[in-house]
């Protein structure tokens, strides 16, 4: 392993899963609807079947992203977060911050990480999540918004504490449908 590659630095970014219509419970209390959770295990699997297991969860503190969070990990593990899965389990940190946020908002979560961690999956909501994409790499943004359930990998040699425009390459991205 040489050194450069040592200090590579992933950042997986996913847009909750396909929530219910608002009815009348206020928006941050939206579950996900049934193709939600089947789509969030599907992200997960996918992540798992990649080798993209986070270290860290940074996860939006609204209930459709602490569902897909839920999903996602049942995809990647077969067991639910809380649960004790076979592996290390990520450390989980639920934002408030993260809800109806900008991108520099998100931004500055990510530069919060500890600088050992390599990587990182950031659960959030449009049109944020979509608009850090661009920011981190602007040449490979995908013009549209992120779409329920997908997920962009930036990869990155840049510290957390230092990440900003352009410091990223976007290595794959897939859209999870169940």
Same mark, same amino acid.
């Given at each position: 392993m040489t050194d450069a590659y040592a200090q590579d630095r992933t950042l997986v970014l996913l847009r909750h899963s396909k929530a219910e219509p608002p009815g009348d419970r206020p928006d941050v209390d939206? &579950?996900? #609807?049934?193709?939600?959770? #089947?789509?969030?295990? $599907?992200?997960? $699997?996918?992540?798992?079947?990649? #080798?993209?297991? &986070?270290?860290?969860?940074?996860? %939006? %503190?609204?209930?459709?992203?602490?569902?897909?969070?839920?999903?996602?990990? =049942?995809? =990647?593990?077969? $067991?639910?977060?809380?649960? /004790? %899965?076979? /592996?290390?389990?990520p450390d989980v940190q639920y934002a408030d911050d993260a809800y109806e946020a900008h991108p520099e908002d998100l931004l500055a979560l990510v530069r919060r990480v500890n600088p050992v961690t390599r990587t990182v999956l950031l659960i959030a909501h449009n049109p944020g999540v979509s608009q850090l994409s661009a920011l981190l790499n602007p040449e490979q943004a995908d013009r549209d918004a992120l779409r329920t359930s997908e997920v962009v990998v930036h990869r990155t040699t840049a510290e957390w504490a230092g990440l900003g425009r352009g410091d990223t390459v976007v290595i794959t991205a897939h859209t999870a449908r169940g």
């Open positions: 939206r &579950p996900l #609807a049934p193709r939600g959770r #089947a789509d969030a295990a $599907a992200a997960g $699997a996918w992540l798992a079947h990649n #080798a993209l297991l &986070p270290d860290l969860v940074i996860c %939006s %503190s609204a209930r459709r992203t602490r569902e897909t969070w839920h999903g996602v990990a =049942m995809g =990647m593990t077969g $067991a639910p977060p809380e649960g /004790g %899965s076979a /592996g290390p389990a």
